[in-house]
């Protein structure tokens, strides 16, 4: 019998250990992520979440631990074999991050003109099939101050959706928005991940997103991966500090 063995890691993270001022948020962390899944890293806020996303496109290095991209251990690589790195991944910032002065048009193909296209016929297409994918084409002329949260959202995951990562980071993609609006970014990003297989880790304290679009959750508690597992693994366990986060009694939101 041939070997089917479990996907690919696509990401690996080895005790990594990091401080913020004089507090310890990383204590021994570790963590595998396989390629095609979708894996939700819940956690306290502050608790590290953040830091550890920081960590995977090397804009914090490790006090100690290792982070390991594809085959390359990306921990102390320059700046220049870094941003090779950086392409392969999308990244969805917390509050969209657009540039409010250019049109949706231009904050899509920013990325694109910053590394290097020239084509504008290239670039208008590409721009245009990425709004397609987040349901809103036709939308290119559009200014950020006329859009909605929702919208901004959308915008901002089709710059990280355009140059075709491998791999898509997610930071708390549905904060700020309403519960309807909410859905439909959730159902957006598990769409997407089917649709092109792309690898995605998502941040998060939402529970109701997390059983939406994990394959594989973990928990990021007192700077270590307190569990990791499926969502059916997660609402079976008795764990008391599990069972807090599930049910909304551990994580200090306002």
Not at 44 to 55: C, W, Y
Not at 108 to 118: K, N, S
Not at 165 to 183: K, N
Not at 238 to 244: E, S
Request: hydrophobic fraction near 40%; charged fraction near 25%; proline fraction near 4%.
């Amino acid at each position: 019998m041939t070997e089917q063995a479990h996907p690919r890691e696509i990401i690996r993270v080895d005790n990594l250990v990091q401080t913020l001022g004089d507090q310890e948020i990383l204590r021994g962390f570790s963590l595998k992520v396989h390629q095609g899944e979708t894996l939700v890293l819940l956690g306290r806020s502050g608790g590290g979440k953040s830091v550890f996303l920081r960590h995977l496109i090397g804009l914090m290095q490790p006090i100690s631990g290792t982070v390991t991209v594809g085959q390359e251990i990306i921990s102390g690589l320059p700046e220049r074999e870094l941003a090779k790195v950086r392409r392969s991944m999308g990244m969805l910032f917390q509050n969209g991050a657009l540039f409010d002065s250019l049109t949706v048009a231009d904050n899509v193909a920013f990325p694109l003109r910053e590394r290097g296209e020239t084509d504008e016929t290239v670039v208008a297409a590409k721009v245009a099939e990425a709004l397609q994918m987040v349901d809103l084409a036709g939308q290119e002329a559009k200014m950020p101050v006329n859009l909605s949260g929702g919208m901004r959202k959308r915008v901002a995951l089709a710059r990280a959706l355009v140059s075709q990562p491998r791999c898509m980071l997610y930071d708390e993609p549905t904060a700020g928005l309403d519960p309807i609006v909410a859905d439909s970014i959730d159902l957006l990003i598990r769409r997407l991940q089917r649709k092109l297989g792309v690898t995605s880790i998502v941040v998060t304290h939402d529970m109701k997103s997390t059983f939406t679009i994990a394959d594989h959750v973990a928990l990021l508690h007192e700077g270590r991966c307190y569990f990791y597992g499926t969502c059916d693994q997660l609402r079976a366990s008795t764990d008391p500090v599990i069972r807090d986060f599930v049910e909304g009694r551990s994580h200090d939101e306002p």
